[in-house]
Structures are given as C-alpha cells and as structure tokens.
C-alpha cells in the first residue's frame, strides 16, 4: 500500500505518519528526515539542501525525485511506502504517479491532516523551543505556511480529482487522530 501523508508543517503528520507506520508495517519516508541527515553529515545532497530548508523555502524538484527514486528502488519499498512530506508541488505529484506506474503500483491514499493555521503556529512555536530545530524560527514558520499554501495546497484538490484523497481531522490528541487515520486508511 502506497499512501501519502500531506498536511501543513506543523500538522502532525510527521507523528501520525511515523504511527501508521508501525501499525500498517510499511516503511515511512520522510523527505525532510532525509534532508536533515544530510545536511549535519555535510553530504553534496545537504549542501545543497540547506539554504532552502533555513529560509522556510523548497529544495528543487528534482533533487526530491531523484531522492524518492532511489528510496523506491530499495528491496524494502517493495510492499509500499508511506511519504511523509513528499509530494510537495504538483510537479513532485506527476513524478511519484509516474515513479509508481513504472513499477506497476499505484497510489492507494492520500490523507490530507487538516489543523486551523493558529494552531499549526502555536505547535511550531512549541517544537522551535523542544527541539531547536532551524526552520522553526518565527519568520521561516511563516515562510513555510506561505511555501505550503501557494505551492503544496493545490494537491488537495489534485488528489482529490483523482479519487484517493481522504481528510483527516488534525485536531485533538495524538491518539484520536491515529485512530482517524486507521478509519481513513480502511482498517
Ligand atoms: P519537513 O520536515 O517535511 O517540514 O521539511 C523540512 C524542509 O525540508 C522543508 O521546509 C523544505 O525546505 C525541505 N523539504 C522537505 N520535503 C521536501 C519536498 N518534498 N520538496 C521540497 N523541499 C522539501
């Protein structure tokens, strides 16, 4: 099963998306995950990578699908993934329909995570001060929120049109929007 967890940052779907992980026993990318790593190991990729991401803005199209590429090439992605982060623009969308025709799999679902914008701030804000993270500072949170509406909001109804989306209330606790998920996934 391949199944797309997309949502604003701050969303959650990152938490839900590790979950759902776990209990469907499918591998979970997360596209940012990946960035990070590279970017403190000081690879090409997270040289490149680093600029964007501290501004709030995207990488490039296709370091990203050169990147999801190669995750789908491995041994474990046979039995379906779960994209956390990724597809992000509706290029990256046309790539992974693309990527996943050529192995002769589809797209199952996509779980659109919906949480009002005040919130999604407020949870940022909380993050920046957990985990430090670099893109969680005041101006890149609201760079991202305006990255994620003009480019990655057009999915919902990309998805939508093609008959795999599904929304998912973001709101409440962890558990109750695991177990919205498990509802939207059908199990
Ligand atoms: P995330 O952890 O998913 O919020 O991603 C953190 C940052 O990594 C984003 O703000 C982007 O700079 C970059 N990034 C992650 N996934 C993608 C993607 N699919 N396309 C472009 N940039 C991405």
Do not use: C, H, W
């Not at 590279?38 to 991401?53: D, F, I, S």
């Not at 919906?114 to 993270?133: F, I, K, Q, S, Y």
């Not at 991202?144 to 599904?166: A, K, N």
């Amino acid at each position: 099963m391949n199944i797309i967890m997309l949502g604003p940052p701050g969303s959650g779907k990152g938490t839900q998306g590790a979950l759902l992980s776990e209990s469907a026993k499918l591998p979970r990318v997360s596209t940012g995950d990946v960035l990070r790593s590279a970017v403190e190991r000081g690879t090409p990729l997270g040289l490149e990578a680093k600029g964007y991401m501290d501004q709030g803005l995207l990488v490039p199209d296709e370091v990203i699908v050169g990147l999801i590429e190669e995750v789908l090439a491995l041994p474990e992605a046979r039995g379906g993934v779960i994209m956390d982060g990724f597809p992000r623009t509706v290029a990256q969308a046309e790539a992974i329909g693309e990527l996943l025709e050529a192995r002769g799999s589809v797209l199952d679902r996509v779980l659109s995570i919906e949480v009002p914008e005040d919130e999604l701030v407020r949870r940022m804000l909380g993050r920046a001060a957990r985990e430090g993270r670099s893109d969680d500072t005041p101006d890149a949170i609201q760079q991202r929120l305006e990255v994620y509406r003009e480019q990655t909001e057009p999915l919902v109804s990309y998805f939508s049109e093609r008959g795999v989306l599904v929304e998912v209330d973001g709101t409440g606790t962890v558990e109750e929007i695991a177990a919205r998920v498990q509802e939207a996934i059908g199990q």
